[in-house]
């Protein structure tokens, strides 16, 4: 993401502090998805927002002439707020309208709501799956086809924003796979929350009383709370994985193997 973009993205997100609490509803956050996949779907559109040379008055007038009929007026606020920005370029413009979505969502959940949580769970059924993954991202499925079957899956097993995300996802990958679409949704989420999510992959499942010393270790060095997503990999051997946004803290045998392996051979 360019610094252009990057600080397009600071305002949008300061756009959501400037909207009353009680405002930010998952209909918001849905309109601001629907916005974004209109957006998407046409490059002449994309292009005309995300030229540097056009006025923020210009960018304006045209998401209000397109909108204002269909979007709730803070929705219509926020993706203004967005698209009125400067972005470096047509897909991290598209990026800023769904990660502003997907905060709003976050925002809008009820207590004790655990949305990162179903995301990585999804992401996990997904990634062993091959079937469901294809079924879920192939571009020869139709929208209404992966609708039914997110719908089908997951309504009545986790809340309705977790739906509406993964719905979002599967309609306007924007050529990421679904497992990166998933695990990226829930790290923005968790950041709504200040919370961060450190993704512990180990060879056999990890005690509870073992995870909750790792959270309360990791949340010590990093000053924020953490959420443990733990995934069981038995190629690991032993050890631990724990992986913090770009940060990785490689404690495995697998790993420590290949470091062998490597000095033996230069």
Same mark, same amino acid.
């Given at each position: ?7 397009? @993205? ?6 959501i ?6 405002? &930010? $509803? ?14 998407? +779907?046409? =490059? ?6 995300? !030229?540097?040379?056009?006025? *923020? ?12 009929? !269909?979007? =709730?007026?803070? =929705?219509? #606020? ?5 698209? +009125? ?19 709003v969502?976050? @925002? ?19 990634? #062993?799956?091959?079937? &469901?993954?294809?079924?879920?991202? #192939? ?16 309504? *009545?097993? /986790?809340s ?20 990166? @679409? ?21 060879? =056999? ?17 990093? *000053?924020?709370?953490l $959420?443990?997503n733990?995934? /069981? !990999?038995?190629?690991?051997? *032993? ?14 045998i ?5 470091? @062998? ?6």
């Amino acid at each position: 993401m360019g610094s252009a973009s990057r600080e397009a @993205l600071a305002s949008s997100k300061a756009a959501i502090e400037a909207v009353a609490p009680g405002a &930010l $509803t998952l209909s918001v956050g849905e309109d601001l998805f629907a916005a974004g996949r209109i957006i998407g +779907s046409s =490059a002449h559109f994309r292009a005309l927002l995300s !030229d540097p040379a056009s006025e *923020g008055a210009d960018k304006t007038a045209l998401i209000d002439r397109v909108f204002r009929d !269909d979007l =709730a007026p803070d =929705a219509l #606020s926020l993706l203004t707020a967005v698209a +009125s920005a400067n972005w470096s370029t047509p897909d991290d413009l598209l990026g800023g309208i769904e990660e502003v979505a997907l905060r709003v969502i976050a @925002l809008s959940a009820p207590a004790g709501v655990s949305i990162d949580a179903e995301l990585f769970g999804f992401a996990k059924a997904v990634s #062993s799956d091959s079937a &469901l993954e294809l079924a879920v991202s #192939s571009s020869f499925g139709s929208p209404e086809a992966k609708v039914a079957l997110v719908n089908a899956l997951l309504q *009545g097993k /986790v809340s309705e924003q977790t739906v509406v995300i993964v719905r979002h996802l599967v309609l306007q990958p924007r050529g990421r796979r679904i497992e990166e @679409l998933l695990n990226t949704a829930a790290s923005i989420v968790a950041d709504t929350n200040n919370q961060s999510i450190a993704t512990v992959t180990s060879a =056999a499942p990890i005690a509870p009383a073992q995870l909750d010393r790792l959270r309360a270790a990791l949340g010590r060095s990093y *000053g924020r709370e953490l $959420t443990i997503n733990e995934v /069981v !990999d038995p190629s690991v051997l *032993g050890g631990l994985r724990v992986q913090i946004g770009a940060d990785v803290i490689d404690g495995s045998i697998e790993s420590r193997l290949n470091d @062998l392996r490597l000095r033996l051979t230069a």
